[in-house]
């Protein structure tokens, strides 16, 4: 699979269909089903599933969908022109905490690339808790944070505010309510994003201070788990608004017909924070990044 592959998956699922894809990439529709099958011979996975209504993403297509961002750096690294212009780029490692990248979302990073075409970025997530020690430990000067950040350690600013919602089947009573309240969790089995991560312990204190008692707790760091853990009715999760609208996950949700509900009575949230280590002097490459994001943000904020 090499970057025309990439883009070809990547505008299948977009578009939901060969033949939409097909118009897009000014491919013939067979053009675009042959490349998808070398893909999935290459991979030795099916990325969809065939029918006569049309093609649906399977689990391993959400999965690539998710790294694309990752591949096309990495492929662009290895197909580059190995001159010294080249040899000379510098690669820039960005930190995140998990979700994030998905929430900035492909383009922001390309967008950043096409601008800066001396720098090559090395994108990657990680659990809160050890984002902080590779951050502190100077594995990269740079990242995204939960807030509130230590003072002490980083200099930074805010970027965005995730909130988070209740996703319920319709198999389950609550899903005929148009909002939900602590109550309405006592007694539910509940998925969560695990210990790992800082939402999970700030759940948990809203849960406790507001005297809900869960039936039981559903932990994982895989996303696509939460959502397979309330399709099958076994209880509701909270999950991040903005994963609803990603491709890889609107498609699960809508063709199970779950819901997303908000909770009343006290905001489920994070903020992210945009962070350098204290002590670091950034790169040119670096700080062409940090100025880059403060320029998204200012903008947003205008």
């Known amino acids: 699979m090499d970057t025309n592959d990439l883009k070809i998956f ?6 939901h269909s060969f033949s939409a894809a097909s118009e897009k990439l000014f491919m013939s529709p067979q053009g675009v089903a042959k490349a998808i099958n070398r893909i999935e011979a290459d991979l030795s996975v099916q990325l969809f599933m065939r029918s006569k209504a049309g093609i649906k993403p399977t689990a391993y297509s959400h999965n690539l969908y998710n790294k694309a961002t990752e591949l096309e750096l990495m492929f662009q690294s290895i197909n580059a022109p190995t001159d010294d212009t080249r040899l000379a780029n510098e690669i820039v490692s960005v930190f995140s905490t998990y979700g994030f990248l998905s929430f900035l979302g492909f383009n922001f990073f390309q967008s950043f690339q096409a601008d800066h075409p001396e720098t090559t970025l090395n994108l990657v997530e990680f659990p809160d808790s050890a984002l902080r ?13 939960n807030g509130p950040i ?12 995730n909130h988070y919602r209740i996703l319920v089947s319709p198999d389950n009573p609550l899903y005929q309510h148009p909002s939900l309240t602590f109550a309405d969790l006592n007694g539910q089995a509940l998925g969560i994003k695990g210990k790992e991560y800082d ?3 700030r759940h948990l204190n809203k849960l406790i201070n507001r005297h809900t008692v869960p039936a039981s707790y559903f932990e994982t760091s895989e996303d696509t788990f ?50 350098q280590v204290l002590d670091a002097t950034l790169s040119p490459g ?6 880059f994001v403060q320029k998204l943000v200012a903008k947003n904020n205008s």
């Open 199 to 201: 939402i999970y312990n």
């Open 10 to 15: 990547t505008t299948t699922y977009d578009n």
């Open 133 to 145: 020690n590779m951050l502190n430990d100077h594995h990269a000067n740079i990242g995204f944070i």
């Open 286 to 291: 670096e700080q062409a990044f940090r100025d």
């Open 226 to 275: 939460l959502l397979e853990f309330v399709a099958q009715n076994l209880g509701v999760a909270i999950i991040p608004d903005f994963q609803v609208e990603l491709p890889q996950f609107a498609d699960f949700i809508q063709a199970h017909n779950l819901a997303s509900k908000e909770l009343t009575g006290v905001e489920f949230m994070r903020d992210i924070y945009f962070v």
């Open 150 to 161: 230590d003072l002490k350690k980083y200099d930074g600013f805010f970027v965005a505010r």
